[in-house]
């Protein structure tokens, strides 16, 4: 029987449990595998004292200090790699091998901004002959931040690889459904010499841990990643007390084939991109806008590669796709199927949950999809594809921009003329053409519209967990 860890607040350097949990459960089976502390507001004041005290330790230490624990830290969980991708492919139901795969990219973001953050240069503004004005970049402060549960390791890593790195502490509260990952992060900080308090992490109900350490004087940013609704209504908060945020939104990804492009290649790539964490993925591909010379070859070969995904249990090596994570996503799919097939669309592949224990449901593919359809409009976040023909590359990207979501955005052509097209008109945050890959440490993240602002990843990255500084320098006075 695979062990899931003994999960635990990290408050102060220091591990604690609490009274009250939540059970997490395995999607795959439906069993209780572990439980989740609920944080008190007696730790979370613990938290934030810790947090102040860690960043006054963690500002003042050199960037290369930082690098140095941050790297080391990274080491340490590519060394756990394949116990924390056990423990993640539990709570969450991925792949085994995609959960391997999301310890690598969780330790890419540690590695990256642990070099950003040598290179967080200042500036000096010329100027006439007996003053400098010298711009700095300086730790913004203590970091409020709250990770999702469809990536346990990666999405945290975003969040505290960037904060630690400019030099701010942190209070993390990640998803209760999924608390491995974070606490796996947690433990290698901690092995790796981080100072007390610089990073803190809890867990309990998002609404009364986000209300409450929001307003506190001692929170300077608040990063989130997850729905546009709850990021609203965070930045609401924050906006009452003069908090900037950094907001990763959701998304309804359009994907547009041009008239030029391989129909067969794209189809198949595209069917085994969406299967790729079932689906729960903010930038899943997801509305397919196909010209229609090609629909119909491009539609064929999706169905046949959807069809042939292998759905099953983690651990099993054969599977491709694992369950969805909670239950609340079987039953998001079967609403927003059944709309659609009385608006008239086309089921091609899928459409019903393959058994009633464990929260599996296949690859579901939907054709000659009406506007008014409400998976349309609202973000599926599971493995369902809705293929629908466009007459041209302008429609295609009319119906692209239709929605009032923009954080990624994917398309397949080899010509110049289109790819200009799609670089000045689509609207998103991250455009990928001929790859449905949406980012990459080294490049910046992040939406437009109602998708949020700010951006993560990327020389861009760590500039929203600084303060500008402006410093303008006398050099006689009198």
């Given at each position: 029987m695979t062990q899931y860890p003994d999960i635990q607040l990290y408050i102060g350097g220091a591990w604690r449990k609490t009274a009250e949990s939540l059970p997490v459960i395995n999607p795959a089976d439906e069993t209780v595998v572990g439980h989740t502390p609920i944080a008190t507001r007696a730790d979370l004041d613990d938290a934030l004292a810790a947090a102040e005290r860690g960043f006054k330790v963690w500002s003042a230490t050199s960037p290369a200090e930082r690098a140095a624990i941050i790297m080391r830290a990274a080491a340490i969980?590519?060394?756990?790699?394949?116990?924390?991708?056990?423990?993640?492919?539990?709570?969450?139901?991925?792949?085994?091998?995609?959960?391997?795969?999301?310890?690598?990219?969780?330790?890419?973001?540690?590695?990256?901004?642990?070099?950003?953050?040598?290179?967080?240069?200042?500036?000096?503004?010329?100027?006439?002959?007996?003053?400098?004005?010298?711009?700095?970049?300086?730790p913004i402060?203590?970091?409020?931040?709250?990770?999702?549960?469809?990536?346990?390791?990666?999405?945290?890593?975003?969040?505290?690889?960037?904060?630690?790195?400019?030099?701010?502490?942190?209070?993390?509260?990640?998803?209760?459904?999924?608390?491995?990952?974070?606490?796996?992060?947690?433990?290698?900080?901690?092995?790796?010499?981080l100072p007390a308090g610089v990073m803190n992490l809890v867990f309990g109900i998002p609404s009364e841990i986000s209300e409450y350490l929001i307003p506190h004087q001692q929170t300077r940013l608040v990063a989130f990643t997850g729905s546009t609704a709850v990021g609203k209504h965070l930045t609401e908060i924050a906006a009452r007390h003069m908090k900037p945020v950094l907001m990763e939104l959701g998304g309804h990804a359009p994907v547009i084939?041009?008239?030029?492009?391989?129909?067969?290649?794209?189809?198949?790539?595209?069917?085994?991109?969406?299967?790729?964490?079932?689906?729960?993925?903010?930038?899943?591909?997801?509305?397919?806008?196909?010209?229609?010379?090609?629909?119909?070859?491009?539609t064929d070969a999706f169905v046949e590669r959807a069809k042939a995904v292998t759905v099953g249990n983690g651990f099993d090596p054969a599977t491709e796709m694992g369950p969805?994570?909670?239950?609340?996503?079987?039953?998001?799919?079967?609403?927003?199927?059944?709309?659609?097939?009385?608006?008239?669309?086309?089921?091609?592949?899928?459409?019903?949950?393959?058994?009633?224990?464990?929260?599996?449901?296949?690859?579901?593919?939907?054709?000659?999809?009406?506007?008014?359809?409400?998976?349309?409009?609202?973000?599926?976040?599971?493995?369902?594809?809705?293929?629908?023909?466009?007459?041209?590359?302008?429609?295609?990207?009319?119906?692209?921009?239709?929605?009032?979501?923009?954080?990624?955005?994917?398309?397949?052509?080899?010509?110049?003329?289109?790819?200009?097209?799609l670089v000045q008109r689509v609207e998103a945050g991250n455009l990928s053409i001929n790859t449905l890959e949406a980012s990459v440490p080294e490049t910046p993240f992040g939406g437009v519209k109602e998708s949020g602002y700010g951006r993560e990843g990327g020389t861009e990255g760590l500039s929203h967990y600084t303060v500008v500084k402006n410093v303008s320098h006398q050099m006689r006075y009198g």
């Open positions: 969980m590519r060394e756990r790699q394949d116990e924390i991708a056990r423990a993640i492919t539990l709570e969450h139901g991925k792949p085994f091998e995609q959960a391997r795969l999301e310890v690598i990219r969780g330790c890419e973001f540690f590695e990256w901004d642990a070099g950003e953050g040598l290179r967080t240069y200042g500036r000096v503004i010329p100027s006439k002959p007996g003053i400098r004005y010298v711009v700095v970049h300086q402060g203590t970091v409020a931040a709250f990770s999702p549960w469809n990536f346990p390791l990666s999405q945290p890593c975003r969040k505290v690889a960037g904060a630690l790195a400019a030099g701010c502490s942190i209070i993390l509260k990640a998803a209760e459904e999924t608390p491995a990952g974070a606490m796996h992060i947690a433990r290698a900080l901690h092995d790796a010499g084939v041009c008239d030029d492009a391989d129909p067969v290649v794209s189809g198949k790539l595209s069917a085994v991109r969406k299967a790729r964490n079932a689906g729960q993925v903010c930038t899943s591909p997801t509305r397919f806008f196909v010209h229609e010379s090609i629909y119909k070859p491009f969805l994570a909670n239950h609340r996503r079987i039953e998001a799919l079967e609403t927003l199927v059944a709309d659609a097939r009385e608006k008239g669309a086309r089921v091609l592949a899928g459409g019903e949950r393959i058994q009633n224990r464990g929260y599996f449901y296949p690859v579901t593919v939907l054709a000659d999809v009406p506007d008014e359809a409400r998976a349309m409009r609202e973000e599926p976040f599971g493995p369902l594809a809705l293929i629908n023909p466009v007459s041209s590359l302008d429609e295609a990207i009319e119906k692209a921009n239709s929605l009032p979501f923009g954080l990624a955005a994917y398309a397949f052509t080899d010509s110049a003329f289109n790819v200009d097209q």
